[in-house]
């Protein structure tokens, strides 16, 4: 089993940057993949960006993000460590974010953690 634990959330005006972390840690021999995602109020939930485990040059974002949003991954000896580095925010990125990670195997993300809210005001 993994565990995912995000930190990083907040509340910034319209322009400004968080970054978002995210530890797996347990099972984390067999994950192929990491992703955020995030989900505002009354919407579905999205996929704002992902990256393999084995492979840093995997990175991709979500149209909506592209440009503002960067995705990266460090593996340490116990965890694997997300990263989602958010600049040029917008009100539209309010959202609660989730970190989630992709057993090998697995064709859709199969461990999520509690998530973690940001707050864009204009």
């Known amino acids: 089993q993994v565990q995912l634990v995000e930190s990083g959330g907040g509340s910034v005006q319209a322009g400004g940057s968080l970054r978002l972390s995210c530890v797996a840690s347990?099972?984390?021999?067999?994950?192929?993949?990491l992703g955020w995602f995030r989900q505002a109020p009354g919407k579905e939930r999205e996929r704002v960006a992902s990256?393999?485990?084995?492979?840093?040059?995997?990175?991709?974002?979500a149209d909506s993000v592209k440009g503002r949003f960067t995705v990266s991954r460090e593996i340490t000896r116990n965890t694997l460590d997300l990263f989602l580095r958010m600049n040029s925010l917008k009100p539209e990125d309010t959202a609660t974010y989730y970190c989630?990670?992709?057993?090998?195997?697995?064709?859709?993300?199969?461990?999520w953690g509690q998530g973690t809210q940001v707050t864009v005001s204009s």
């Open positions: 989630a990670a992709r057993r090998c195997g697995a064709v859709t993300f199969t461990n």
């Open positions: 990256i393999d485990v084995d492979n840093d040059n995997s990175a991709t974002v």
């Open positions: 347990g099972s984390t021999y067999n994950q192929c993949s």
